[in-house]
C-alpha cells in the first residue's frame, strides 16, 4: 500500500472511483454520474493535499482538504474503490488526512462531513474519534431531502486515536 500526492496521470483512474450516482454523491455532491476528468482536477486545483491511496498499482482511493489553516482543516472528496472497501483503506486514508492537518497544517480541528445514507462513512468517523457537530440538510440528485452530518476531531482528542 502506497499513499502519496495525486498526480495527473492519476486523474482518469480517480474517475472510474466511483461506480454508481449515489457513490458519487457521497464525494462529489454536485456532479453527475460518470465523474468527469475535469472535474477531479478543478478539484485538484483549488484544494490541498490531494492524496491516493495504492494498492498493487492501481489508485484504490482518494482525499483532499477543501479548507485548511490553523483552526481548521476540511477534508473533503473522500472515496474508496468498491472492491476495497471494508479492509482499513478508508481508515488509513483518513488517518492520513488527520495527519497532514494536524502536522503539516498545524490546525487545531480536522472536521469531515457525510450523508446520512453513508452508514459506513458515518461509522467509520465516530470510530475515528469524530464528534458529530452540526447537521444540515441538503438535497439529493433526485431532489430528495437528506442530511449531510458534519463531524469534527480536536487536536488533543486524535492524540488518543492516533
Avoid at 95 to 107: A, C, P, Q, S
Amino acid at each position: 500500500m502506497l499513499i502519496r500526492e495525486v498526480r495527473e496521470e492519476d486523474v482518469p483512474e480517480i474517475c472510474k472511483l466511483p461506480t454508481a450516482q449515489e457513490e458519487l454523491f457521497y464525494c462529489f455532491p454536485k456532479s453527475v454520474f460518470p465523474l468527469a476528468e475535469e472535474t477531479v482536477r478543478e478539484s485538484i486545483l483549488t484544494r490541498t493535499d490531494s492524496t491516493v491511496i495504492e494498492a498493487e498499482g492501481r489508485i484504490v482511493a482518494f482525499a483532499n482538504f477543501y479548507h485548511w489553516g490553523s483552526e481548521v482543516c476540511a477534508i473533503g472528496n473522500v472515496v474508496v474503490k468498491a472492491s476495497h472497501r471494508g479492509c482499513g483503506i478508508a481508515r488509513l486514508l483518513i488517518r492520513h488526512m488527520i495527519e497532514l492537518g494536524f502536522d503539516k497544517h498545524g490546525t487545531n480541528a480536522i472536521k469531515v462531513s457525510c450523508f446520512n445514507r453513508n452508514a459506513a462513512g458515518l461509522l467509520l468517523y465516530a470510530k475515528l474519534g469524530f464528534q458529530p457537530c452540526a447537521i444540515e440538510q441538503r438535497t439529493d440528485y433526485n431532489g430528495e431531502r437528506v442530511a449531510l452530518v458534519h463531524f469534527q476531531l480536536q487536536k488533543a482528542a486524535a492524540l488518543t486515536v492516533r
